[in-house]
C-alpha cells in the first residue's frame, strides 16, 4: 500500500499570507495527486488533481506542483474562506490512499 | 448538476449490518468507478471500497475486507455499501464519490455502532 505523509499538521497562517503544504508518497505515483479542501461539517472539495490542474470554479490563487513523490499544495495569498483542512490523496491504480491532513489556522 | 446522496446510516449494535446508498444523478452513472470514503469523528480521510463502471472489478481496505461488499445498480444510478459484522472503529460519516481523485463527493451519511 502507498502511505502519503503530510507536513505540517497544524499551519498558523494571517490573510494574505502565502501558504505552502507538502505531501510526500511512499513510492512513485508519477503525477497521479489531487488535494482536497474540507470545512467543518461538511464534505471535502476537490481543488487540484493530476498533481497541477486546478479543478473547474477553483480560485487561482491555488496551484499545485510535483511529481513522482513529492508534491506541494501553494494558496498564494490566504483569504478568509481558505481556513480549512487541506488533503492529499493519491491514485495510482484502484487503491486510494490520503495524507494525514493539514488544518491552517488563524 | 452532479449530485450524490448518501443515505442508510443510523445506530447499529456492535455486531450487527448495515447498507448503505448512493443515488447519483446530473451525469452518466455508468461510465465512472465509484467509491467509499469514510471518517472517524474529528479524524481523516480513509478509502473503504471501490467499484468499477461495470461492477467488474471490485477492492476492499484491509479494515473493511471480508466484512464489507460494494455493488452498484447501473440502471438505479446507485451504489451500495453492504457492511456487516460492525465494530466501534466504523464509527464514521460514509461519503460516496465519483472516479479516482474523487471529483464530486455526497454530504455523507453516518453510521454509529453503539451498543
Known amino acids: 500500500d502507498i502511505q502519503m505523509t503530510q507536513s505540517p499538521s497544524t499551519l498558523s497562517a494571517s490573510v494574505g499570507d502565502r501558504v505552502t503544504i507538502t505531501c510526500r508518497a511512499s513510492q512513485n505515483i508519477n503525477s497521479w495527486l489531487a488535494w482536497h479542501q474540507q470545512k467543518p461539517g461538511k464534505a471535502p472539495k476537490l481543488l487540484i488533481y493530476k498533481a497541477s490542474s486546478l479543478e473547474s470554479g477553483v480560485p487561482s490563487r491555488f496551484s499545485g506542483s510535483g511529481s513522482g513523490t513529492e508534491f506541494t499544495l501553494t494558496i498564494s495569498s490566504l483569504q478568509p474562506d481558505d481556513f480549512a483542512t487541506y488533503y492529499c490523496q493519491q491514485y495510482n491504480g484502484y487503491l486510494l490512499s490520503f495524507g494525514g491532513g493539514t488544518k491552517v489556522e488563524v | ?115
Open chain 2, 1 to 115: 448538476q452532479v449530485q450524490l446522496v448518501e443515505s442508510g446510516g443510523g445506530v447499529v449494535q456492535p455486531g450487527g449490518s448495515l447498507r448503505l446508498s448512493c443515488a447519483a444523478s446530473g451525469f452518466a452513472f455508468s461510465a465512472y468507478d465509484m467509491y467509499w470514503v469514510r471518517q472517524a469523528p474529528g479524524k481523516g480521510l480513509e478509502w473503504v471500497a471501490v467499484v468499477s463502471y461495470d461492477g467488474r472489478s471490485k477492492y476492499y481496505s484491509e479494515s473493511v475486507r471480508g466484512r464489507s461488499t460494494i455493488s452498484r445498480d447501473n440502471s438505479r444510478s446507485t451504489l451500495y455499501l453492504q457492511m456487516v459484522s460492525l465494530r466501534d472503529a466504523d464509527t464514521a460519516v460514509y461519503y460516496c464519490a465519483r472516479r479516482n481523485y474523487l471529483d464530486w463527493w455526497g454530504q455523507g451519511t453516518l453510521v454509529t455502532v453503539s451498543s
